[in-house]
Structures are given as structure tokens and as C-alpha cells.
């Protein structure tokens, strides 16, 4: 174990460098987390005879990722930086990845400020294209998990969102203090786990939309749960009754998750 608590001491989260600018293996993990959930798409949408084809996902996971990207910084500028005034009245600042003429790269994403972009880009791409907004929103509940596990790894491997101090043999050393490995927990529930359920459970679903809402309730359970080991973010920390500001967002998006499901599962009684 003594390897894997002192890891931090001997891996470099630099995974090369190409003409002065430095290559992350975060950012690796990221682009390997955005193929393999369009890879799953794929995959599941001919397994299961989905009538989305290959050009349409492509075309979709554009628009996408670009909302993502966008909610994203936009998110964690507004909620986690601290200088959302200054940001938003220098908006070139955003994607600016110089700090004081040093290449540094983009820092700073939130979860939750890129589900609204998500949303954002999905309405968009399926009004649009004429697709249909809830089967195409529940490929994505099945897709996205797996992408979702290696982004985790490469806040691991970047040595970011790291976990509460603790004392069990698994913790990671963090500029000397013993921390939980909370990415590699947030990684294995809000990602491996959840696309277990959801992949074993999609043949049950009874309307469109039903898996969407699904990953929705599932991922701010786990996120819930997870933020127990994480360290709140740096200048908030918690925010009320000891929850940090993860699991206030989380409790919005179940809440919101649940009355989506009761909302749809109603508009389909409505139609019989």
C-alpha cells in the first residue's frame, strides 16, 4: 500500500510536452471519456436497433460538446471561482490558457453547469433535426457513464478535487496529509456503477425519457453519497446544515429528476 498512498510523490500529472506547451493526462482522460461515450451510443443504438444513425450521433455529439464545454466553464466561473464579477467583465479571460505569459491550460469545469449546457444543446440539435429529444436524451443516459468514469481518473491524475482528510490504508498522501482517493469513489459510483443499473434496467423502461431520468436520480444519489469524502471546494466549503456545494446542486437535480419521471410517466396515461 505504501506505493499507492505516496503515488502523488512520484507521478507527474504532465504526461508530455510538445513544443513548450504541456499535455495533461487530465486532459488524455477527457478526450477519452468524450470517445467512449460516443462509441457506447453507437454501439447500444445498433444493438438495440435505435433508429439514431452513426452520422446523426456524430453530428449531435458536436453540438454537445460544445454546450458542455461552454456550461461548463460558465458554471464553475459563476458558482466555484470566486471572481465570477471579474470573469464575466473580461470575458476573453474565460478560455484564456496563459497565466502571466505561461501556458496552463483551461482549469476550472462544474458538473452541474454542464448539464445545463447539455440540455441547452440537446433542445437545440433535436428541434433542429427533428429528432426525438427524449429516446435520443435516453441513448445518452447509457452512453455517458462510462466516458464519465475516465474523466474522474483524470481529476485523479491530476491531483484535483481531492478527498477528506481520513486514516484508512487506501488513502492518498496530499502535500502531506492523508486524504480519501474521493475521484476514484466518485468514478466507480456515478460511473461504473450507474451503467450497470441502467444497462441491465433499459429493456424495462416503458416510455421515452424514462433512462434520462433515471441517470438523473441515480448520478445525484451517488454524487450525494460521494461528497461525504470529497473536500468542499476551496472558498465555499459548506454551505448549510454541514452539506458542501455539490450536494446542494445534487438535491435540485434529483428533485427535479423525480418530478421529470412523475411529469412524463403522466403524459404517457394521458395518451392512453
Known sequence: MEFWNHIYEKFDPVAFSVAGFSVHWYGIMYVLALLIALFMAKWIAKRDGL?????????????????????????????????????????????????????IG???????????????????????????????LDLVALSVPLGYFFGRIGNFLNQELIGRVTDVSWGIFVDGVLRHPSQIYEGLLEGILI????????????????????????????????????????????????????????????LAGVILKISLKFQLIGRN
Open 195 to 254: 451503467f450497470v443499473i441502467l444497462f441491465f434496467s433499459r429493456k424495462f423502461k416503458k416510455f421515452d425519457g424514462e433512462l434520462i431520468c433515471n441517470y438523473a436520480i441515480l448520478y445525484t444519489f451517488m454524487r450525494f453519497v460521494s461528497e461525504f469524502f470529497r473536500e468542499p471546494d476551496a472558498g465555499i466549503g459548506f454551505v448549510i446544515a454541514g452539506f458542501s456545494m455539490g450536494q446542494i446542486l445534487s438535491l435540485v437535480m434529483f
Open 51 to 103: 433508429k439514431f444513425s452513426s452520422a446523426v450521433l456524430d453530428n449531435y455529439f458536436i453540438w454537445v460538446e460544445i454546450g458542455v464545454i461552454l456550461g461548463a466553464r460558465l458554471g464553475y466561473i459563476a458558482i466555484y471561482s470566486g471572481e465570477a464579477l471579474w470573469y464575466f467583465t473580461h470575458p476573453w479571460q474565460i478560455f484564456n490558457p496563459f497565466y502571466n505569459g505561461e501556458f
Open 106 to 136: 483551461i482549469r476550472g469545469m462544474s458538473y452541474h453547469g454542464a448539464v445545463v449546457g447539455f440540455i441547452i444543446a440537446t433542445i437545440a440539435f433535436c428541434r433542429r433535426h427533428a429528432q426525438n429529444q427524449w429516446a435520443l
